[in-house]
């Protein structure tokens, strides 16, 4: 009896281990888009380097309250989208995350498999791009020294820029289920 008990119970645990594997691996290619774009909106990288949005921000900063702010000052605008796709844990100085910090942006809340809640967040970024103020600057040079205007990068103002990162946010949307995780 407690060999059946045992062995029971052992099926139960590995076709559980086996479902969780197959959830979470199921999203990985949403969290590496949502993470990689994440990364592409932020002015800066990790260790502080200037990306392209760094001189030719895609929104203004404290647009419409009387501030006269450098192109650059809406890097805080893009870092705070950037946020609700994805943040990178803070690890303490022992090497450790502490176990209470939850999930901050859409790939995080993907990975601990709170799909309703990653939708939301993707919907708080549809919104906040809809609801910031995009630069009127021109966009003389793309990411990797492109030239703007020529006929592979036609587009060169700011409201084409937050209308496909909008879009970014609404596919991804579309391939995430609140229930069942990612298709």
Not at 73 to 96: F, T
Not at 172 to 180: E, G, Q, W, Y
């Amino acid at each position: 009896m407690n060999i059946k008990k045992i062995g029971s119970g052992l099926v139960v645990a590995i076709s559980m281990l086996a479902f969780n594997a197959a959830a979470q691996a199921d999203c990985m290619e949403e969290i590496d888009y949502i993470q990689q774009a994440a990364d592409n909106l932020r002015c800066s990288d990790d260790d502080g380097n200037g990306i392209f949005w760094e001189h030719a921000p895609i929104w203004q900063y404290a647009a419409g309250k009387g501030k006269n702010s450098d192109p650059g000052d809406g890097c805080e605008v893009h870092q705070k989208l950037a946020r609700l796709l994805y943040e990178k844990p803070v690890v303490k100085a022992n090497g450790k995350i502490p176990a209470k910090q939850g999930s901050r942006g859409a790939a995080r809340a993907l990975e601990d498999h709170q799909y309703a809640y990653a939708i939301d967040l993707l919907t708080q970024f549809e919104s906040s791009v809809d609801s910031s103020v995009v630069n009127t600057t021109d966009f003389p040079l793309l990411p990797d020294g492109i030239l703007c205007g020529t006929s592979t990068t036609p587009v060169c103002d700011a409201a084409y820029w937050a209308a496909k990162a909008r879009d970014f946010a609404t596919d991804m949307k579309t391939r995430i289920d609140p229930v069942a995780g990612c298709s």
